[in-house]
């Protein structure tokens, strides 16, 4: 029994180190030691946006090499992989914010924080118009804030491609306000079926939610509602429970085109089995408050028109220019050619402007806009500064010490020329920084019924996963990129929730 002995003490140990572990994260969140000072003489960084890129950046950057500014109107971070599961209220929406002020006041040296908007940016006088859109307003709602080097981070935009009744009937799937009213409106609609002397046909439009965009938005959120009424609302509601359809609107042959086919197939006959109806080749033309008119591409190249009366509808048709990148854009005329995003060459440098970089979705550098792009964008950016200003420090030893070779008398030669020679040498080491490389860790997404896909980089090749395993590695993936401890536990202790006691179907 010695080894089975062992391994229990190798356990026991295991948990009570974790344990350890996780109290000291936490008391190190609560208890920050004071942080170093910003100093006029060091060089200003402003960051925009409080993102996955522009976040990114900031937990890796060491901020006592500069005065570091950041700016958003959010003033937190937004984990969005989990925020289709907050519009069922799987996961609570406060799980997945990190404040950014927590942030902030971790890092050793003081960053500062303005919530608001970068309405524009002067790229001669290297200074952003900042203003405030809060609800609340005090005596100055709009300023300058001048940097020596900037990093727009600002995300994306819904794009509605200018199709008509979009932005007025439809809810959108990107911040956290979009969440909350769509968890509202689904229950919504429920009660309002279930209202006396209701009629059939209305029943069924209320019960009819409507998806447009087959990428990983629109599946994820029609497989989070297909649960939300198979586990929670059927019971509860069972009167109605049979007339709920979920329909998704694709204008592609397939949904989630950037996965393998086989994992498309896979998810299509999910879909299938889920009863969630995906019409493909259907290109959404105009939304009304009560129906969406689309296009229909059939076999033969002949076009049908077909109506959708909803009682939601989400709108997840990708991404579009923010109008402070777009008014940027104009102002830089090597950007003239671009169209989708700043162009950055491959250190991540807007093409055409001095000391301005950019990140995430709003930035064009040859990948999808995704988590993961901006994530190592961001990291790299940090380690692009940090051994800017550790090159700076280490030529300005260099000078001091050849100053006092020359001219200091009594100066131990060999040893000063020594510690030359290594700072020269740490330099080199330092300023060979390579451009920025993303490394592709996979795609996955859940698609409902405890079921997810995964085309994850194995090796040199791609390893194809569907399936319950799946939807554990994609918890547990998830888990491990959020980005505190604090919100790992409420992520848990919401699954953990959601599976005992059912979702919470209350409308606030
Ligand atoms: P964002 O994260 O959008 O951040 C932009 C920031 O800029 C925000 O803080 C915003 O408030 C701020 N901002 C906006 N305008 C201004 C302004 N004028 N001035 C200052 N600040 C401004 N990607 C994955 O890789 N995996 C996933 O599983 C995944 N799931 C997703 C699920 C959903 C529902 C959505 C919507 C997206 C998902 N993505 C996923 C994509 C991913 O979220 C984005 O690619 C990523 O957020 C881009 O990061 P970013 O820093 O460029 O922008
Ligand atoms: P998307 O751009 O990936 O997909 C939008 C879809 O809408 C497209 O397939 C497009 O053909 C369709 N569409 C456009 N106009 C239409 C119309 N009028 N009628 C019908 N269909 C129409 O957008 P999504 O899903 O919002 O994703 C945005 C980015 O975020 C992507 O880069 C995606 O990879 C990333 N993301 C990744 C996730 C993951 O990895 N799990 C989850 C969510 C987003």
């Keep these: ?56 950046l900031l937990k890796k950057l060491d901020t006592e090499n500069y005065n570091v500014i950041v700016i958003s109107p959010r003033n937190y971070f937004l984990f969005t992989p989990l925020l289709p599961s907050c ?42 118009k900042i203003h405030d859109n809060s609800d609340i307003r005090g005596a100055t709602i709009e300023t300058e ?33 979009d969440a909350q009213q769509i968890r509202k409106k689904i229950m919504d609609c429920v ?103 689309a296009e229909v591409s059939k076999a033969d190249g002949t076009k049908e028109r077909v109506i959708f009366p909803y009682g939601l509808l989400v709108w997840a048709t990708g991404n579009t220019l923010r109008p402070l990148v777009r008014d940027m854009m104009a102002s830089i005329p090597a950007q003239k050619d671009s169209r989708r995003g700043l162009a950055v060459n491959e250190y991540l440098v807007v093409q055409g402007a001095r000391d301005i970089w950019a990140v995430g979705d709003c930035a064009v550098a040859g990948y999808a806009p995704t988590a993961q792009v901006a994530s190592q964008e961001g990291n790299f950016l940090a380690r692009l500064f940090n051994n800017m200003a550790r090159t ?35 330099l080199r080491r330092v300023k060979d920084i390579k451009p920025f490389h993303y490394t592709h860790q996979g795609s996955l997404a859940y698609i409902g019924s405890e079921k997810a896909v995964a085309d994850v ?9 569907g399936g319950t395993m799946t939807y554990f590695f994609w918890r547990s993936a998830y888990l491990s990129m959020v980005f505190s401890t604090r919100n790992r536990l409420l992520v848990i202790n919401d699954w953990v929730k959601s599976k005992v006691f059912g979702r919470d179907i209350s409308r606030e």
């Design 1 to 56: 029994f010695r080894p089975l002995r062992w391994t229990f003490r190798f356990i026991y140990l295991s948990v009570l180190g974790s344990i350890a572990y996780i109290g000291y994260e936490i008391y190190q969140d609560h208890n920050p030691p004071p942080q170093v000072p910003q100093d006029p003489s060091k060089k200003t960084i402003v960051i925009l946006g409080t993102g996955w890129g522009s976040v990114s």
């Design 87 to 128: 519009t069922t209220g799987q996961i609570e929406h406060r799980s997945i914010m990190e404040p950014i002020r927590t942030i902030c006041r971790s890092k050793k040296g003081a960053v500062t924080f303005y919530e608001a908007e970068a309405s524009s940016v002067d790229v001669e006088k290297k200074v952003v």
């Design 145 to 177: 804030v001048a940097y020596d080097m900037l990093v727009v981070g600002v995300g994306a935009e819904n794009a509605t491609f200018g199709i008509p009744g979009v932005r007025e009937n439809s809810c959108f799937l990107k911040e956290i306000g």
């Design 191 to 293: 009660e309002t079926a279930a209202f006396k002397d209701q009629p059939a046909s209305e029943i069924d439009r209320l019960l009819h939610m409507v998806v447009v965009g087959g990428g990983p938005t629109g599946v994820e959120f029609a497989g989070e509602l297909r649960d939300f009424f198979e586990d929670d609302i059927r019971k509860l509601v069972p009167e109605i429970a049979d007339r709920f359809r979920v329909t998704l609107i694709e204008a592609l042959p397939n949904v989630l085109p950037m996965f393998s086919k086989q994992l498309i197939e896979y998810t299509e006959s999910t879909f299938k089995e889920e009863e969630i109806a995906i019409h493909t080749k259907t290109m959404v033309k105009k939304v009304t408050d009560k129906a969406v008119e």
């Design 392 to 426: 700076q420090e280490l030529e300005d030893r260099i000078q001091s010490l050849s100053s006092n070779l020359n001219l200091k008398p009594g100066v131990d030669v060999p040893a000063v020329s020594k510690e030359i020679e290594d700072a020269e040498r740490q």
């Design 457 to 465: 980089a194995w090796f040199n090749g791609n390893f194809a996963s």
